[in-house]
Structures are given as C-alpha cells and as structure tokens.
C-alpha cells in the first residue's frame, strides 16, 4: 500500500527511503494489537476545529 506524505503509518502499510548513493529501505509497518487511527495530520483536526491527536478507532486500548 502506497500512502500520502501525511498521516500516521498503520499496521500494513509499507514506507520507502531512498538515498541518492546510498539505495533504498523499505519498513514494512506491523503492530500486533491491530490498531488503527484516521489519516488525518493535526494541520487537518486543527482546520476542522477539532484539538488534540487523532483517537484510536480500533484495536486493544480503543475506546469503546
């Protein structure tokens, strides 16, 4: 999956680094307690009015 420069990275996503003369990493994004936000930036919550970080919507410590 292939993503925007913004938002938080979730469980299955993969991020790419490339450096010229160096090569490239590719990380692929695990977390065994399956969680998940919105992908949202805090630039985007602050525009709609809304303050603080983006809440957890799935996974262990979600709240219900």
């Known amino acids: 999956m292939r993503f925007p420069a913004n938002g938080a990275r979730l469980y299955g996503d993969t991020v790419d680094l490339e450096v010229d003369g160096l090569g490239k ?13 919105a ?9 709609k009015g809304l303050e603080g970080l983006t ?10």
């Open 55 to 64: 809440p957890q919507l799935t996974g262990k410590y979600a709240k219900a």
């Open 39 to 47: 992908r949202e930036t805090r630039l985007e919550r602050t525009e």
């Open 25 to 37: 990493l590719t990380v692929k994004v695990r977390d065994d307690l399956k969680r998940t936000w």
